[in-house]
């Protein structure tokens, strides 16, 4: 095998490995009803947490729209718990990172 063919391969051995790396790194936190990684302000929480999951629609005012949007959604509390929730306790949408834009970013 030609020298640049094997390099060739090592490196799209490399590349493929960071992928599974960034998957293996975004894929806990996706919410697959957003198909996005969502982190959001929960009233009772210190800090914003991941909604796993549950669809949240907002609306044209840039606000939870609470009538359209799913009435309970699942976080990840601060000890990785999973944790249903209300919506009337989700105070906003902190971040809504599309899942490709996730993975680029961990790769």
Known sequence: MAPRNRLSMEWDGLISQKKQ??????????NPKMNAV?????????TPVQL?????KLGEDGFIDRETSDQTVVILDGEGKRV????KYVEELEENIPVTEAMEQAA
Not at 38 to 46: E, I, K, L, R, S
Not at 84 to 87: E, T
């Open 21 to 30: 790396e960034a998957e293996q790194a975004v894929m806990p936190y996706v």
């Open 38 to 46: 969502v982190t959001a302000v929960v009233a009772g929480y210190d």
């Open 84 to 87: 249903p929730v209300s919506i």
């Open 52 to 56: 796993i999951y549950g669809d949240i």
